[in-house]
C-alpha cells in the first residue's frame, strides 16, 4: 500500500511536469506562423510507418543506421514493460499483463534482448562521440553544452537499460529463491523452481545463472526492488528531461515524420501580399481574390523566430544534432559559414529565449535584435 501511495505521488509529479513542458510548447507553437493544412492521412501514415517506424532512411548509413533502428524498435517493445510497470505500481499488482500469455512471453523475452543491444549500441554511440572526434559532431554551433547534452542523454538510456537487466535479473533470481526455499518443489507445488518466473528473460536468466543461489531471497527481493525503482524512476526523469534536451528528438520524431510536406521538392509558397501586389501591376484595375487591399502586410522573410511556420519550429524540435544535414550542405564543405543544422539550433533557442517574453508581454515584444 505504502508502495503504491509513494508510486502514484511520484507518477502525479511526473505527469505534471511533463503537462508544464508541454504547454509550454503549445504556447511557443502560438507565436509561429500558419504553415500548410495537414491532410492525406491514410498517405502521411504510410509514410511514417515506413520511415519512422521502418527506419528506412537511416539505413543509408549501414552500420550507426543499423544501431539507431535497433534502438528505436527496442524502445518501441519495453515501452510495453513500462507500461506494465506503470499498472503494478499504481494497483499493487505483479507483472498485470502477464494475462496475455504466449504473447506476454514474447514482448518480455524480446524487451530483454533488445535492453542487452540498446546497451551495447548506446555504449558504442558513447565511444565514438567521446574518443572518435566525427567530423560532423563538430562544428561553430556545437558549444560545449551540446556535446554535454549528448552525453548525459545516452548515459541516461545507458542506466535505463542496466537497470532493467538488473530488475529482470534479481526478479528471477528473486523467484527462483523464494520457491526453493519456501520447499515448494518438494511439496510438489512447482516441479521447477522457474515455474514461478511470470515472462522469459533469456538474456537476465544467464545472468541470473552467473549469480547462482549465493543471495538470500530476501537479498534479492531487494535488489528486485531497488532495481524496480530505479528503472521507474529513470523513465520519469527521462521523460522531463527530454524537452529540454536535443533527445527531445525521441518524442518529435515519429510526428515530424507524420507531418512531412507532401509537396514536390522546392516547391514554395506564395505571400498573398506580394502576390496582390504583382497582379495589380500586371492586371491594373482588376481586384484579387486571394488577398484583399487592406490586409496587413506579411513581414518577408525570417527575420525572428516566430516569423516561421509551425512546421520549420517543429522540424528544430526534432533536430537531434546529428549534423548529417551540414556534412552535405556545398556551402558549408566549401567553408562557408552557413550549417543547417545551426540553422535549426538557433532557431529552437530563440523561441526559447524569446518565446516566454512574447507570451508574458505580448506578440509584438521586440528585443530588438
Ligand atoms: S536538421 Fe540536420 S542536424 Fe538536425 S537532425 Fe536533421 S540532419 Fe541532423
Redesign the pocket.
Known amino acids: 500500500m505504502l508502495k503504491q501511495l509513494v508510486f502514484s505521488l511520484t507518477l502525479l509529479a511526473t505527469l505534471g511536469v511533463f503537462t508544464y513542458s508541454t504547454l509550454r510548447y503549445i504556447k511557443f507553437f502560438r507565436l509561429t506562423r500558419a504553415g500548410f493544412p495537414v491532410k492525406n492521412f491514410g498517405r502521411r501514415f504510410c509514410i511514417m510507418v515506413k520511415v519512422a517506424i521502418g527506419q528506412t532512411k537511416i539505413f543509408r548509413f549501414p552500420f550507426v543506421g543499423l544501431l539507431h533502428a535497433l534502438v528505436f524498435w527496442g524502445f518501441c517493445v519495453i515501452l510495453f514493460g513500462s507500461i506494465e510497470m506503470i499498472i503494478d505500481g499504481l494497483f499493487g499488482t505483479e507483472k498485470a499483463l502477464s494475462l496475455l500469455g504466449p504473447f506476454y512471453n514474447i514482448i518480455m523475452g524480446s524487451g530483454d534482448i533488445f535492453a542487452l543491444i540498446i546497451a551495447v549500441s548506446i555504449l558504442i554511440f558513447l565511444v565514438r562521440r567521446v574518443f572518435m572526434h566525427i567530423k560532423r559532431f563538430e562544428g561553430i554551433e556545437m558549444k560545449h553544452v551540446s556535446h554535454i547534452d549528448a552525453n548525459i542523454a545516452l548515459s541516461l538510456i545507458l542506466f535505463l537499460m542496466i537497470s532493467l537487466l538488473g530488475m529482470n535479473t534479481f526478479y528471477i533470481l528473486q523467484q527462483k529463491l523464494i520457491s526453493l526455499y519456501a520447499g515448494q518443489i518438494q511439496a510438489g507445488i512447482t516441479t521447477s523452481p522457474t515455474e514461478a518466473i511470470v515472462g522469459f528473460y533469456p538474456v537476465s536468466s544467464y545472468f541470473a545463472g552467473l549469480a547462482g543461489n549465493t543471495l538470500t531471497p530476501l537479498t534479492a527481493q531487494v535488489l528486485y526492488q531497488t532495481f524496480w525503482w530505479c528503472h521507474i524512476l529513470l523513465i520519469f526523469l527521462f521523460a522531463n528531461v527530454l524537452p529540454y534536451s536535443k533527445h527531445f528528438h525521441v518524442f518529435m520524431s515519429v510526428p515530424n515524420v507524420f507531418l512531412s510536406r507532401l509537396d514536390p521538392l522546392g516547391k514554395l509558397a506564395n505571400m498573398d501580399n506580394i502576390t496582390r501586389e504583382v497582379k495589380l501591376m500586371l492586371y491594373p484595375g482588376v481586384s484579387s481574390q486571394a488577398s484583399p487591399a487592406d490586409a496587413p502586410v506579411e513581414r518577408f522573410g525570417v527575420k525572428d523566430a516566430e516569423d516561421v511556420v509551425w512546421k520549420t519550429y517543429f522540424?528544430s524540435l526534432a533536430?537531434?544534432?546529428?549534423?548529417?544535414?551540414?556534412s552535405v550542405c556545398p556551402a558549408n564543405i566549401t567553408g562557408k559559414k552557413l550549417s543547417?543544422?545551426k540553422v535549426?539550433m538557433d532557431l529552437r533557442a530563440r523561441m526559447k529565449e524569446k518565446g516566454p517574453k512574447m507570451i508574458k508581454i505580448g506578440k509584438d515584444f521586440s528585443d530588438m535584435r
Do not use: H, N, Y
Open positions: 522540424d533536430c537531434t544534432e546529428c549534423g548529417r544535414c551540414t543547417p543544422r535549426m
